[in-house]
């Protein structure tokens, strides 16, 4: 037996919104920048419906793009942080740990999202932590887990 991904159920996505949502910075004005790895597995499009269900239930200001592989681009997303008037962003990883790619592609200081926006005189920060640090995220893992033990024959 396999556990499902983070993101499997309507009640997942919305756990992982509600998880996220305490984090982010509330009536400042900045948008919510959200980057995952990204993914050629038919899977890219749990992307899309998480960023269109954030946008649903918490409004326009919230975006999600992929470092790697998918869509909408960073190219994308900063055009329409831009287009939508923000003069700040607060980006926050969707990836198990602040890695690599967070120090890297999302914050590092040639060819990130960060340098992306500021080229476009838009102030970032950042949250510094990955989603495997995140107690709701963990319960969602550790109950995707204990269904797949319990499918396994006793």
């Known amino acids: 037996a396999m556990g499902l991904p983070l993101l499997y159920s309507p009640e997942?996505?919305?756990a992982v919104m509600k998880d996220l949502w305490s984090s982010f910075p509330q009536n400042s004005g900045e948008a919510i920048v959200?980057?995952?790895h990204g993914t050629d597995h038919a899977s890219w499009s749990s992307y899309l419906a998480f960023h269109h269900m954030f946008q649903e239930?918490?409004?326009?200001?919230?975006?999600?793009?992929?470092v790697e592989e998918g869509t909408p681009s960073m190219?994308?997303?900063v055009a329409s942080v831009k287009k939508s008037g923000f003069k700040k962003v607060h980006m926050?990883?969707?990836m198990l740990v602040a890695g690599v790619h967070f120090q890297e592609d999302l914050t590092g200081e040639e060819d990130s999202w960060k340098t992306a926006f500021e080229q476009e005189n838009i102030a970032v920060s950042a949250l510094k932590e990955g989603l495997g640090l995140r107690p709701g995220i963990i319960d969602i893992f550790c109950k995707h887990i204990q269904d797949a033990l319990d499918v396994i024959p006793g």
């Open 34 to 36: 959200v980057v995952g």
């Open 57 to 66: 239930k918490y409004g326009p200001g919230i975006y999600m793009g992929m």
């Open 92 to 94: 926050v990883p969707f």
């Open 12 to 14: 997942d996505y919305q």
């Open 75 to 77: 190219e994308a997303i």
